[in-house]
């Protein structure tokens, strides 16, 4: 293994880590939804509620719209509920029923922030010790796949309460956690004492002892590559200026899958450059994305730009998965170009990287122009 | 000839990656080229962009009046909309270019600096993510009206026309004088110091191959605006 690689596991690791939920907030988002459920119960609405998306799989990474304040993370949340007899009759009524009881409630009623075709989101202020974040709350009921539907986890499918137009929108979100937390598992169990050593040598302070970190602060290798390459998919359709980017649930699927034939030793860099690498033999034929946890296509609505684009993405990333870390100029914008601006910076100042030189301001004197 | 070998030579010296050749060709103007490779490590609005670029910068022997050439030796990339028939580079606008050029005391080093270098961070830009990152001017002559709209900042067309034709031909404009804008200012109120400054700074053959452009495409505008209104009118006349 060359120092480049390791020095690029080492980077892209420690920098995604800053645009990680904290033990505080993870503490206080489980509080939170659980305390919803306690509502919910209160007002005789059998439901559990569970995290999903990034948040279920340890994967979150702070949206790139935020250059220090003023933004959101977004965590999902699904409320699963249960009624004997005939349940609910359309996904309106279900979904006036959680929407009413939260409006009713003292506490939720000033946070709800909004009500759209797929959730109800509560809005939580930033706090002395932890940021600002929102719980996304979809609802939904079981719902019984045919018998021998080839999928991981089928008795944890749903049917989502969409609203505005009514819609039950058949998914498995928890089984697709499940799904992911079985594959990581592997990785998980390797070199976890290490990792929670360095955790608890990086955040001095944060736990007064390597015992007390808790378990699911812990990231693997797999779970770093999930949001190194969300990341460097926000950073680079922003800079690109396009909005129909491939969505979170869809990367994770895709790293995912192409780590499962990696040893569960695999550091980040090889599972990032496994992704880029399966991606790209993905160019020349169908172009789909299955769902390990429900029989759909997470890219059946992908039209051909949208395809297009993300190539162009991946191509990009490898670039800079590529780039010389010796010449450390190239290193910084390597490593911003897929976590942002001022990771590279900040990795200067935890000494994991030395002082590159400064870059020229560009000015925007002259304007490319041809007869 | 001397300047534009002192020009490739000053330019030589600060970044010594490049290196600085003579050609002569046949019976053509002599012109100094300089050749080498070039380190772009720029930054813009939080986006920093580091690429090493092979390229050649062709200075002719009328430098500074005229713009230096500038062609990449592996191309620019394949969408890229800003390159010239003949392989060159679309820099920008030439008064625009040299204006910026003749604000130095160092006119190659003042191209390099202020219209090269940005130019090559929007096509590394681009090459990255497909878009130009601070945009660029319509093609042909809408984009040098453009450029000298903003320049005088002044909307109207024809008014456009006679700043740079003052700017251009000495005679008809004098600085106590009305501006030729049609203000009804006194230019020294007004745009004296523009004039003077392109003046100052903008070779008259640029200028006169400017005007003509901006002529043109004041001219399009105007006829565009004629036919709409002859074919509102036309239409009043079908409702009455
Ligand atoms: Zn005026």
Redesign the pocket.
């Known amino acids: 293994m060359t120092t480049q690689h390791q020095t690029l596991s080492k980077a892209l690791s420690r920098g995604v880590s800053y645009l990680d939920i904290t033990p505080t907030m993870f503490r206080e988002a489980t509080e939170h939804y659980r305390a919803i459920a306690g509502t919910l119960q209160s007002h005789g609405l059998d439901a559990d509620i569970k995290p999903y998306g990034s948040f279920g799989t340890g994967t979150v990474v702070r949206p790139s719209t935020d250059e220090g304040t003023g933004s959101y993370y977004d965590l999902d949340i699904l409320a699963e509920c249960h009624r004997d007899e005939c349940g609910w009759t359309t996904p309106s009524s279900l979904r006036e029923e959680v929407d009413g009881i939260l409006e009713d409630d003292g506490t939720y009623a000033k946070m709800i922030e909004g009500s759209t075709h797929q959730c109800v989101t509560l809005a939580y202020a930033e706090t002395d010790s932890r940021p600002a974040f929102r719980l996304d709350l979809s609802s939904g009921v079981h719902m019984d796949l045919p018998l021998g539907t080839d999928v991981a986890f089928a008795e944890e499918a749903v049917n989502l309460a969409w609203i505005d137009p009514d819609e039950w929108k058949g998914s498995n979100p928890k089984g697709l956690c499940k799904w992911f937390n079985d594959q990581n598992l592997r990785f998980r169990v390797y070199g976890l004492e290490a990792r929670r050593k360095s955790l608890f040598e990086e955040n001095p302070g944060a736990y007064a002892s390597v015992e007390e970190i808790p378990e699911d602060m812990d990231r693997s290798a797999l779970q770093r590559a999930v949001q190194v390459v969300k990341r460097s998919r926000d950073i680079y359709y922003r800079r690109a200026r396009e909005d129909r980017a491939p969505s979170s649930c869809a990367l994770m699927v895709l790293v995912t899958r192409f780590a499962e034939m990696l040893p569960q030793s695999s550091d980040v860099t090889t599972i990032v450059e496994s992704f880029v690498e399966g991606c790209q033999a993905m160019r020349d034929g169908r172009f789909a994305i299955p769902n390990p946890a429900y029989p759909e296509d997470l890219a059946a609505n992908w039209e051909q730009e949208k395809v297009d684009r993300f190539f162009n993405w991946i191509d990009e990333l490898k670039l800079n998965l590529q780039a010389d870390l010796s010449d450390s100029a190239k290193r910084d914008a390597a490593i911003d170009a897929i976590l942002g601006s001022g990771t590279s910076d900040r990795l200067v100042r935890d000494k994991i990287f030395d002082p590159a030189p400064e870059p020229v301001r560009i000015n925007r004197n002259v304007k490319p122009w041809r007869l | 000839m001397q300047d534009c070998l002192a020009a490739t030579h000053a330019l030589r010296k600060r970044h010594n990656s490049l290196t600085c050749t003579v050609v002569y060709i046949g019976d053509e103007a002599p012109y100094a080229r300089v050749d080498g490779t070039i380190r772009l490590d720029g930054e813009q609005q939080g986006v920093r962009l580091v690429a090493d670029y092979e390229l050649s910068i062709v200075v002719s022997e009328d430098f500074p009046a005229s713009v230096p050439k500038v062609r990449l030796s592996d191309g620019a990339p394949a969408t890229y909309p800003h390159v010239d028939a003949d392989g060159t580079l679309c820099l920008g606008v030439n008064g625009e270019i040299a204006m910026a050029m003749n604000n130095s005391a160092v006119p190659l080093i003042a191209f390099y600096d202020e219209v090269l270098l940005p130019n090559i961070y929007a096509i590394e830009y681009y090459r990255r993510y497909r878009v130009m990152p601070f945009g660029d001017r319509s093609h042909g002559s809408q984009g040098v009206l453009e450029f000298y709209r903003e320049f005088?900042d002044?909307d109207d067309e024809s008014?456009v026309c006679q700043?740079l034709r003052a700017a251009a031909f000495r005679s008809p404009y004098r600085r106590r004088g009305k501006?030729?804008?049609?203000?009804k200012?006194r230019?020294t109120r007004?745009?004296a110091n523009h004039i003077d400054q392109l003046r100052a700074c903008v070779d008259k053959s640029i200028l006169m191959d400017d005007l003509a452009l901006v002529a043109n495409a004041a001219n399009i505008t105007k006829t565009k605006s004629a036919k709409e209104s002859a074919r509102l009118r036309l239409k009043g006349h079908r409702k009455t």
């Open positions: 005088f002044v008014a700043l501006c030729p804008c049609g203000s200012l230019a007004c745009h």
